[in-house]
């Protein structure tokens, strides 16, 4: 019953776990932002995407914003005493409605700051809260990032759990990036947003920014690209597939521990058999048929699954909110999971049942009373 009830309650609060995460991660690629296409650099050459590329890519029908990125990983962030670390991104005012950030506090970058070239910054929420402040403490607070102070005039909302890499992020203008870190043989992006018009077709505007990135970047006919394109759809699909390969992984683990669990009740009731021989050429000797014997035993089993699979149904279901806090996902025990562990508990049962009522089924009346 131990067994059954470990598998039991592994099934409910691991398929809770893998559901929590699906759409985490579900959620998070949709918060990226609406109608989005992303390109990124790609194939062999390291820097690909240049500021003219996503001006180009700007002038294009179709396209309603672009933000380009500048990204300067690692970067220590520190307030006074206190000190975090946090890639920088340059960027540009577009990037608010392209990338869909909403402000808990002050406001996003203006086009002003970007063309002045200013040292203000936009925090994430988890890069705010590495410093050991409010949002509204933060704000006009002088923090330095990898050396160079910046004014602090926003802090994001959040878009993920604690450890989504898009929370921990701080923004700047792209032109005080290039200014103070970008590297001296040139400004190559490290990815340029975009944003489609609610009415325009996904796969033609994808298909017109690949052109003119082709055309601009003189790739012969035939050859791959040195940039890679992808849209939002593509991302969630790549997401999802994901989580659903984590989720069946986390149901197999769950699944071989249902399964030792029905290992034990066979050789418990295998022994049974053997102990209570006297006992069933007893009830022969006085009428009980094949079937009777059988079903006793078969009986027996699937009660002991039937009582460890109730009670792990139970726990799993209590247990599967723990767990999924752990793991920083929204885990709850859905009602098709509390089914699927309580059916396969009596699937478990009778099948570890069988054998062992079968063995007792054929035992002859003489043989088992002549044993001890």
Same mark, same amino acid.
């Given at each position: ?8 309650? !592994? ?6 776990? @893998?559901? @929590? ?12 932002? #609406? $109608?989005?296409?992303?390109? #990124? ?5 390291? %820097?690909?995407?240049?500021? @003219? ?15 380009? *990125? ?13 000190? #975090?670390?946090?890639?920088?991104? %340059?960027? +540009? ?40 402040? &409010? ?28 450890? &989504? ?73 790549? =997401?999802?597939? $994901?989580?659903?390969?984590?989720? $069946? ?12 669990? %029905?290992?034990?009740?066979? $050789?418990?009731?295998?022994? &049974?058999?053997? *102990?209570? #021989? ?6 022969? !000797? ?13 009986? *027996? ?11 792990? =149904? ?29 059916? =396969? ?7 570890? @049942? ?9 035992? *002859?009346?003489? +043989?088992?009373?002549? =044993?001890?």
């Amino acid at each position: 019953m131990l067994g059954v009830f470990i598998g039991s309650a !592994a099934v409910i609060s691991l398929i809770a776990v @893998g559901q @929590g995460a699906q759409a985490s991660i579900t959620s998070r690629v949709a918060s990226l932002g #609406t $109608n989005l296409l992303s390109v #990124t650099p790609g194939g062999q050459i390291a %820097g690909t995407l240049s500021p @003219g590329d996503a001006s180009a890519i700007g002038s294009l029908p179709g396209v309603s914003a672009v933000a380009p *990125e500048l990204s300067i990983s690692g970067a220590p962030v520190v307030l006074r005493t206190t000190e #975090t670390s946090a890639p920088i991104v %340059g960027t +540009t005012s577009s990037a608010a409605s392209v990338r869909d950030l909403q402000m808990v506090e002050g406001s996003f970058l203006s086009q002003q700051e970007v063309t002045r070239g200013l040292q203000v910054a936009v925090l994430g929420s988890l890069a705010a809260s590495d410093l050991g402040k &409010t949002p509204g403490q933060l704000l006009g607070r002088t923090v330095d990032v990898d050396g160079v102070p910046f004014r602090v005039i926003g802090v994001l909302a959040s878009k993920g759990g604690s450890t &989504t890499s898009a929370d921990n992020v701080v923004y700047a203008p792209i032109t005080t990036v290039e200014a103070h870190f970008a590297n001296p043989d040139g400004v190559f992006l490290s990815a340029i947003g975009i944003s489609v018009a609610p009415k325009a077709d996904m796969t033609t505007v994808a298909a017109e920014v690949q052109q003119a990135l082709r055309s601009r970047h003189e790739l012969p006919a035939g050859s791959p690209n040195d940039f890679t394109l992808f849209d939002q759809a593509q991302l969630l699909s790549v =997401a999802v597939g $994901n989580s659903l390969v984590l989720r $069946n992984f986390l149901i197999g683990i769950a699944a071989i521990a249902l399964l030792v669990g %029905g290992i034990g009740i066979a $050789n418990i009731m295998l022994v &049974t058999v053997r *102990e209570r #021989t006297r006992e069933i050429g007893i009830r022969k !000797a006085i009428g009980a048929r094949r079937s009777d014997i059988g079903l006793q035993f078969l009986a *027996e089993a699937v009660l002991v699954s039937l009582g460890g699979g109730a009670l792990g =149904a139970a726990a799993g279901s209590l247990a599967a909110p723990a767990v999924g806090h752990l793991v920083h996902v929204t885990a709850t025990a859905s009602p098709g999971a509390v089914v699927v562990a309580f059916v =396969a508990s009596v699937v478990v049962g009778v099948l570890a @049942g069988w054998l062992p009522a079968r063995q007792a089924a054929i035992l *002859e009346p003489l +043989t088992a009373l002549r =044993a001890e």
